[in-house]
């Protein structure tokens, strides 16, 4: 399996805290993503990244930012969440946006914002 | 803008066919294909991109109509393990560095 892991796996907390998700790689990959899955939604991008301190907003950007200050590393901050923010939240890395871009997932952490 | 697939879910018994579609408003340059399985993350099929050429899955094929800016995923002769959720992704041009996801459709294949 490719090295990806995602930490917490389960949180919950009370609306209005800040929350942190962290995403790790050790494939040394260029790109990392943010996706957020809801029911009838299906995956919705919400920040990506293509190199350290490299990073842009995807479909549903507002309440969240990121950082990636190492390679490896890729932080989804939740300034002040939301119960709309309940989700589960995947993070995936590719090589590149290259002919064969191909994303491979974290297992996913779900949070639940009472 | 978000793919939209057809159908939503569909529950075959195991040796069926299926179909699912993925289309988009916008003018593409890949589909991907992806499947998750209850509470798993979602695990790469299939690419296909503008002008014919298909990466991915054996027993899994897919077409690509770049007129029409749809794919359609063909599952032949259906096995219990293809029940999940199939989602397509959308690339709109060669390097764009997001995939776009479709809403998602749930196939349950029954013995």
């Known amino acids: 399996d490719a090295g990806i892991t995602q930490s917490p796996r389960h949180k919950v907390t009370e609306t209005g805290t800040p929350v942190t998700l962290r995403c790790h790689q050790t494939e040394n990959h260029r790109y990392m993503y943010w996706y957020r899955q809801d029911p009838g939604h299906g995956l919705r991008l919400i920040h990506y990244s293509y190199g350290v301190k490299d990073t842009d907003k995807g479909e549903v950007s507002d309440g969240y930012s990121v950082s990636r200050s190492k390679t490896e590393d890729f932080l989804l901050t939740l300034e002040s969440a939301t119960s709309s923010q309940t989700s589960v939240y995947f993070c995936?890395?590719?090589?590149?946006?290259?002919?064969?871009?191909?994303?491979?997932f974290g297992a996913g952490s779900r949070l639940t914002v009472l | 803008q978000q793919p939209v697939q057809s159908p939503q879910a569909v529950i075959l018994r195991e040796g069926e066919d299926a179909v699912i579609n993925c289309s988009s408003s916008k003018a593409l340059y890949s589909v991907h294909w992806y499947r998750q399985k209850h509470g798993e993350a979602p695990v790469f099929l299939m690419i296909l991109l503008k002008g014919g050429e298909q990466k991915g899955h054996e027993k899994i094929s897919a077409s690509f109509n770049e007129k029409k800016q749809q794919s359609s995923l063909y599952l032949t002769a259906s096995q219990l393990s293809y029940s999940g959720t199939y989602f397509c992704g959308s690339q709109e041009v060669q390097g764009a560095q997001k995939l776009v996801f479709g809403q998602g459709t749930r196939l349950t294949i029954n013995p």
């Open positions: 995936a890395i590719s090589e590149g946006p290259t002919v064969a871009n191909v994303l491979t």
